[in-house]
C-alpha cells in the first residue's frame, strides 16, 4: 500500500482556519496563518488534486432534502459476489455510505429514509441484492457527536506550537 502524505503544522494551521470560515478569500486565509497567498493557494490546489478534502456534499444534512430518518445497516454477505454488491448498493439512492468491516459484519451501510415505511422498503431492497445473506437495521435515535476533525488538527497545530517553542528554547544557555 502507497504511503499518503501527511499534513504538516501549514496544512493544520489551514485547516483550522478553513473550518472556522470555509468561505474565507485566500489572501484572508494567507493573513490569518501568517503564509502567503501563493503557499495557501498551493496548498489548496494539492489538497483538490488528492482529495484531501471531501465533497461538498457531505455537508448537506439529508433532512433539508426530506428524508430526517437515518440508519445504519449491517450486512453479511457472500464474500465472492462483493462487487456486485457494491455496485447494486451504489444504484440505492438512499444509501449514503457504505463501509467494509472486519468482525460480525461485512458492511456498514448508512442509509437515509422519509419515515419508517420508507426505511422498511429500502432495508428490503438492501436484503433483496443477490448475494446479501442477512441484514440488521439499528435506527439513528440521535446523533450524539458530530463527525468532526477539529479537535485532531487542533492538536497538530498545538503540537507544532510546543515544538517550536521547545526547539528555541533549546538554543538558549542560561
Do not use: C
Not at 60 to 87: I, W
Not at 129 to 139: D, E, S, Y
Amino acid at each position: 500500500m502507497a504511503s499518503r502524505a501527511t499534513a504538516d503544522a501549514i496544512d493544520a494551521r489551514l485547516l483550522s482556519a478553513l473550518a472556522e470560515d470555509p468561505r474565507a478569500a485566500t489572501v484572508t486565509l494567507a493573513h490569518r496563518i501568517g503564509v502567503s497567498r501563493n503557499t495557501v493557494q498551493a496548498r489548496l490546489a494539492r489538497w483538490d488534486g488528492s482529495a484531501v478534502l471531501a465533497s461538498f456534499e457531505r455537508r448537506v444534512e439529508p433532512d433539508f432534502l426530506g428524508y430526517p430518518l437515518r440508519a445504519f445497516v449491517l450486512t453479511n454477505l457472500k464474500q465472492r459476489l462483493l462487487p456486485e454488491v457494491s455496485a447494486a448498493l451504489g444504484k440505492v439512492p438512499e444509501v449514503v455510505e457504505v463501509h467494509g468491516l472486519s468482525g460480525v459484519a461485512d458492511l456498514l451501510i448508512q442509509v437515509v429514509a422519509r419515515d419508517v415505511d420508507d426505511l422498511y422498503r429500502v432495508a428490503g431492497q438492501i436484503l433483496g441484492i443477490k448475494g446479501v445473506k442477512r441484514t440488521t437495521t439499528a435506527l439513528v435515535m440521535r446523533e450524539l457527536v458530530d463527525y468532526r476533525l477539529t479537535p485532531l488538527i487542533r492538536r497538530m497545530t498545538d503540537d507544532a506550537g510546543h515544538a517550536a517553542v521547545d526547539s528555541a528554547s533549546s538554543g538558549v544557555t542560561h
